[in-house]
């Protein structure tokens, strides 16, 4: 298979985005109403614990088309844009890790395989809205803008929209990026996030978008913070991932070495 090649400067500005904050010559537009509406449920999920990483336990069950297998994952998040989600499933092991603007991932036959880097533009913690949260919060870089209050799967919830904003919005690549790492999160009346919505792609054609739905539920304060104890993820609206969460652990011994990707980019 051929792989379709990334604009110039893509992997440079994803980069220089993460490295010294994005900031263009026009200022990321950052909406005071949906700020505080993630500040809000920052606080209430992590109170005054700053998280510097995080690591769930949890009984697993993995769908792709006729293909059901479960056994038992652990899904850690390092900082703002490293993540490693390793399953232990009845056919093997399957592992993706995310770390900046690389990632790999490897199935039952540990053949490890690049990530495209136009899929490495959403949150690499998408399992923790903690996470997402701070990220909205506290990343200069990230454009945020309030929604509303809408229908979402049948359910009445309020939406902001975030997305990265790179180092020029000048140059071609910045509508491009705004794309690939725009993501829409949705709250309830209690203002706990509930689901995280955004795009991937195929890996020669950034252009195919594919529908990934992340939906929180139960919530269960432990290790000093709220944390969903189910997480489901959906792919083109069919479950793909269901993780019923037995512990979480939060600022542990977790190292950057945990997170090295090893595959060349694609």
């Known amino acids: 298979m051929t792989h379709r090649a990334l604009p110039i400067g893509l992997l440079v500005l994803f980069v220089n985005a993460s490295a010294t904050g994005g900031q263009s010559s026009g200022s990321p537009t950052r909406d005071p ?9 920052l606080q209430a999920l ?16 993995y769908t792709a088309g006729s293909d059901l ?4 994952a652990t899904l850690e998040a390092f900082g703002d844009v490293a993540s490693n989600v390793t399953l232990n499933l009845s056919s093997g092991r399957r592992q ?14 540990s053949v490890v395989h690049p990530m495209a880097v136009h899929n490495c533009w959403t949150d690499a913690a998408w399992f923790s809205p903690a996470f997402v949260l701070a990220e909205i919060a506290n990343d200069a870089s990230i454009a945020v803008a309030y929604v509303g209050v809408v229908t979402h799967d049948g359910i009445t919830l309020q939406q902001i929209r975030f997305w990265r904003v790179a180092l020029s919005q000048t140059m071609a690549a910045g ?12 709250f309830d009346a ?4 509930v689901a995280l919505d955004f795009n991937t792609h195929a890996d020669d054609d950034l252009n195919i978008n594919i529908a ?21 993820k959906l792919l083109n609206n069919s479950p793909l991932l269901d ?17 090295t990707v090893t595959a060349q980019p694609l």
């Not at 990934?212 to 489901?232: D, F, K, M, S």
Request: proline fraction near 7%; aromatic fraction near 6%.
């Open 69 to 72: 297998e479960t056994g038992t």
């Open 96 to 109: 993706e890790i995310r770390n900046g603007p690389a990632g790999q991932w490897s199935g039952p036959d």
């Open 33 to 41: 109403r949906a700020l505080a509406l993630a500040t809000t449920s």
């Open 190 to 193: 209690t203002g706990l996030p």
């Open 212 to 232: 990934v739905e992340i939906q929180y539920a139960n919530y269960q304060r432990t290790a000093g913070v709220l944390a969903p104890t189910l997480i489901h």
């Open 243 to 259: 993780f019923s969460v037995t512990a979480v652990a939060v600022n542990t011994n977790l190292s950057p070495s945990d997170f």
């Open 175 to 186: 509508p491009l990026i705004q794309a690939l790492s725009a993501e829409d999160l949705y």
């Open 46 to 61: 992590a109170g005054p614990t700053t998280l510097s990483n995080l690591m769930l336990q949890a009984m697993a069950t």
